[in-house]
């Protein structure tokens, strides 16, 4: 059974940082390119930044290059984001998931190519 697992969201001044984690299991991890998505509130759910197999290959949405930064661990099974300077318009649920064909451009954005997802975690970003 495939259990993807976030943890690390919490609340957050503007300005702060939060390193979000995902730890998989159940799944061949370093086979997997890995996404980052977020669904604030009354919004859809939209891509934040993914990465390939290796980590050589990271991709993210134009609003957060620059203050977010995706990384694995293959050994420990383990996708992290580390996220500077939030600002009050990053809050939302963080969601993590696994892909096995699509590491970066137009493909990868899109959360139906993903086919294992986590169940969440908050981050909320106060002004």
């Known amino acids: 059974q495939v259990q993807l697992v976030e943890s690390g969201g919490g609340l957050v001044q503007a300005g702060g940082s939060l390193r979000l984690s995902c730890a998989a299991s159940?799944?061949?991890?370093?086979?997997?390119?890995m996404g980052w998505f977020r669904q604030g509130p009354g919004k859809e759910r939209e891509f934040v930044a993914s990465?390939?197999?290796?980590?050589?290959?990271?991709y993210y949405t134009d609003s957060v290059k620059g203050r977010f930064t995706i990384s694995r661990d293959n050994a420990e099974n383990t996708v992290y984001l580390q996220m500077d300077s939030l600002k009050p318009e990053d809050t939302a649920v963080y969601y993590c998931?696994?892909?096995?064909?699509?590491?970066?451009?137009?493909?990868?954005?899109?959360?139906?190519?993903?086919?294992?997802w986590g169940q969440g975690t908050q981050v909320t970003v106060s002004s």
């Open positions: 159940g799944l061949p991890f370093s086979t997997y390119h």
């Open positions: 990465i390939s197999r290796t980590g050589v290959t990271k």
């Open positions: 998931a696994a892909n096995d064909k699509w590491s970066a451009g137009p493909l990868a954005r899109d959360s139906k190519r993903y086919d294992y």
